[in-house]
């Protein structure tokens, strides 16, 4: 029996999450949402008054549970998190850049 | 399933206080957490104590732990049968209610072990059934690797899920499901593929989670890829660089094009091919590193020419260091 398909969407302009959804998909409430965006780790998409029709993107998502995950196992702020999560996107950017270049071993 | 050791993972005594779990559970992250560490096991080392730590720092579950692990230390309890390894018995969690700790969201146990889903998993939903009578599912997170080929041109590739399910008597059942899962052309690494209602189910009538897929890329023999840009080196004789010419580059999506690399050009140079990247809105570019590649001195010939080069085009490459 042919396995099940389903219908994607990928995240993005054209489907994006909604505060609330992505709250969800942290298992956090909105009002964390809201805090992640006054600290500048998640961008709202699309500017609206009511936090509820904020919309985000992939990038968002991977954001959130990133600060989720360093919230849980090292108990950081949220102004912490976000210059945790800027150090670790630059080192992984430098170690493609080297990986790139063949100079992986190096480091 | 093997029984786990969660104090034998953290390096700490049974006896360990909470401080004493927080300091070696921050220890050994910083030493495996797979952005700094140089170990070959990084992740999986981190995987496990990541699940050490959310059993020990939290009281109930390092309770009802111990008193699961006293039973098979002292051979109360032996598992479910020769060769069929752990499984914790009937009841074992009886009077203690297991829940996420403030913070913490179904992403958190997603790439815990099955030993850790078997004792804790079922038991937390049930925890949460019972606190809330009506509430959609939680949100699923699982990550599905793609070929550089499918981001480009769309594929359909299938997954398979393994989680726990509540029975009708409430009990927990592993169930297998595989998936047919469309991917659209364009997709990048980190982006995220919803596939709606297949998360966990709803409470009391309202309606399933949603699965989200993380896309990764494998890594490719030509290709390096940065959102939705590509990075590809491109070898280019001295003779090439130092006076320019035509060259052909072949392209993610399978043509060939010329490019041309400038008179002059320099090792690293970075050229752009634009809009050759993964598509989107916008589509990224291709991005060529000349690397200028040496032909051996290894004849008589080849090396004349070498010490022609040098009289016609003196330089000196170490001005700069002063000699």
Redesign the interface.
């Known amino acids: 029996m042919?396995?099940?398909?389903?219908?994607?969407?990928?995240?993005?302009?054209t489907?994006p999450l909604r505060a609330g959804?992505l709250a969800?998909?942290?298992?956090?409430e909105i009002d964390w949402v809201v805090q992640l965006v006054e600290v500048g780790i998640v961008e709202v998409r699309s500017p609206a008054e009511r936090p509820d029709d904020w919309c985000f993107h992939?990038?968002d998502?991977?954001c959130a549970?990133d600060v989720?995950?360093l919230?849980?196992?090292?108990g950081v702020g949220l102004d912490a998190a976000a210059l945790i999560l800027d150090l670790?996107h630059e080192?992984?950017?430098l170690k493609?850049l080297l990986?790139?270049?063949g100079l992986a071993r190096e480091i | 399933m093997d029984f786990k050791d969660y104090y034998q993972a953290l390096g700490v005594e049974r006896n360990a206080s909470d401080e004493d779990i927080r300091k070696a559970?921050?220890k050994l992250?910083r030493k495996y957490h797979p952005?700094?560490s140089k170990e070959p096991d990084a992740d999986r080392r981190m995987r496990e104590i990541?699940e050490a730590?959310?059993v020990l720092r939290d009281k109930e579950k390092r309770t009802a732990y111990d008193a699961l692990a006293d039973q098979v230390a002292q051979g109360r309890y032996a598992g479910a049968g020769p060769g069929e390894g752990f499984q914790p018995p009937p009841g074992w969690d009886e009077g203690f209610e297991f829940h996420?700790?403030p913070?913490?969201?179904?992403?958190?146990h997603a790439e815990f072990s099955e030993f850790f889903s078997s004792l804790f998993g079922a038991a937390e939903r049930r925890s949460a059934e019972r606190r809330q009578y009506r509430a959609?599912g939680?949100?699923h997170?699982a990550a599905i690797e793609i070929a550089l080929e499918d981001a480009l041109k769309g594929a359909?590739r299938?997954i398979t899920l393994r989680s726990q399910e509540l029975d009708d008597q409430g009990q927990a059942q592993w169930k297998t499901r595989?998936?047919?899962?469309?991917?659209?052309p364009?997709?990048h690494p980190?982006?995220?593929?919803?596939?709606?209602g297949?998360g966990m189910p709803g409470h009391g009538g309202d309606p399933a989670?949603?699965l989200?897929?993380?896309v990764r890329i494998a890594p490719h023999k030509l290709y390096?890829i940065?959102g939705r840009d590509l990075?590809m080196?491109l070898p280019v004789t001295p003779t090439e660089a130092a006076l320019g010419a035509q060259v052909k580059v072949p392209t993610p999506g399978g043509g060939m094009v010329e490019v041309t690399v400038p008179r002059n050009a320099r090792n690293s140079l970075k050229l752009r091919l634009k809009e050759r990247g993964l598509p989107?809105?916008p589509p990224g570019h291709l991005y060529l590193?000349l690397e200028i590649a040496l032909p051996p001195a290894d004849t008589e010939v080849a090396r004349k020419a070498y010490e022609q080069l040098a009289q016609a085009a003196p330089l000196n490459p170490r001005q700069h260091l002063g000699v």
Do not use: W
């Open positions: 042919a396995n099940p398909s389903f219908d994607t969407t990928t995240l993005g302009a489907h959804e969800h998909a942290c298992g956090a992939s990038a998502l991977q549970l989720r995950r919230e849980r196992d090292f670790e080192v992984r950017r493609a990986t790139a270049r | 559970y921050r992250a952005d700094v990541n730590n959310d996420r700790r913070g913490q969201g179904p992403a958190d959609r939680e949100d997170h359909e299938e595989t998936l047919s899962v469309k991917i659209p364009g997709v980190g982006q995220y593929i919803r596939l709606a297949q989670g949603d989200y897929l993380e390096r940065e990075y080196t989107g809105h590193l």
